[in-house]
């Protein structure tokens, strides 16, 4: 990988965090409605996945979207603007905190519904199928979610069909305030993709160049296979499940011992130790983050509510002659 590409990396995630820190000063201001589920501590799985996509691969994840849709192409400004439900958001401020979205960015969104999105990938896969090409459909999904059927219809009609799907694990630990020792069978998740004679393999989701050089793997077997892939992808939320989450399931010495394994912080070591920036140049590019956060703010303060008439726009698809 390039040194631009590694910068470029490190300026994501620490977008991603300030984005994120951001908003949840905004909505305990109130300026943000609904849930919303906060990115930091996982910054590393999403930018080290899409750094190693290629621009026709598709993407879908769940609801814990934000840093996806930064990682995707879309820019603070849009993210911001849709959080606070602005007519300048990428969703139109229809979408809110859990449904960002870009069919241009290939970003097919994030999904309230927990695994609900898991068909939607296969379905991806499939068109590409009949479509005759070998783009890869990246399907990004919390660890709760391998405990539903929605997961086990998807991962075995991949297989069966032999859909191009690289299932994403992000095992976090905890589905909502439920840990994986009490709500799965098998403590290692990858472990599920066996039932259906399924290629997997697990990284350190803290790594982002870890979870690159896995991703870029993962994704060339699934390409040049023709075959899904699953990837459990080990890290931790720094934060509650969301917004009003009380935490009173994990003690803060846990959460402190992961903190100290910081994806920006390990990042910013390696960069330091390959020489492929000196301190003061990530110390510009945190500065930049800053100001382009602080300006994405103020460009969704400012910019207006969605008209009355867009409650019935993007409800129906128009009739195509064909």
Request: hydrophobic fraction near 40%; charge should be negative; proline fraction near 2%.
């Amino acid at each position: 990988m390039k040194k631009e590409q590694q910068l470029d990396m490190y300026h994501q995630m620490v977008l991603i965090r300030r984005v994120e820190e951001r908003g949840a000063e905004l909505y305990q201001a109130g300026k943000i409605g609904g849930f919303m589920h906060l990115y930091i501590g996982q910054e590393a799985v999403s930018t080290g996945l899409i750094a190693a996509r290629e621009p026709r691969d598709r993407v879908i994840t769940a609801y814990r979207d934000h840093g996806v849709a930064i990682n995707c192409g879309l820019s603070a400004d849009e993210v911001m603007a849709e959080l606070l439900g602005k007519a300048t958001g990428m969703s139109k401020g229809k979408g809110g905190s859990m449904h960002m979205a870009s069919v241009e960015k290939n970003m097919w969104g994030g999904h309230a519904i927990v695994g609900g999105h898991l068909p939607i990938a296969a379905g991806l896969a499939l068109g590409d199928q009949y479509a005759k090409n070998d783009n890869v459909t990246i399907c990004m999904f919390g660890d709760g979610a391998t405990n539903i059927g929605y997961f086990h219809e998807a991962l075995n009609l991949a297989k069966t069909w032999g859909l191009r799907v690289l299932w994403v694990c992000e095992n976090n630990q905890y589905g909502m305030g439920t840990s994986v020792e009490r709500a799965s069978a098998v403590s290692d998740i990858r472990q599920k993709a066996e039932g259906y004679a399924m290629k997997n393999a697990e990284v350190n989701g803290m790594d982002v160049m870890a979870v690159y050089e896995a991703a870029k793997e993962a994704i060339q077997y699934v390409r040049k296979e023709g075959q899904p892939y699953f990837l459990e992808v080990d890290t931790y939320r720094f934060r509650g499940h969301s917004m009003g989450d009380p935490e009173r399931y994990r003690k803060a010495e846990e959460v402190k011992q992961w903190q100290e394994n910081d994806p920006i912080g390990i990042f910013n070591k390696y960069l330091l130790d390959t020489k492929a920036s000196t301190r003061k140049g990530l110390d510009e590019i945190e500065a930049r983050v800053e100001e382009e956060v602080n300006k994405a703010v103020e460009f969704a303060e400012a910019s207006p509510e969605p008209a009355l008439e867009e409650l019935f726009t993007n409800v129906y698809v128009e009739e195509v002659n064909r």
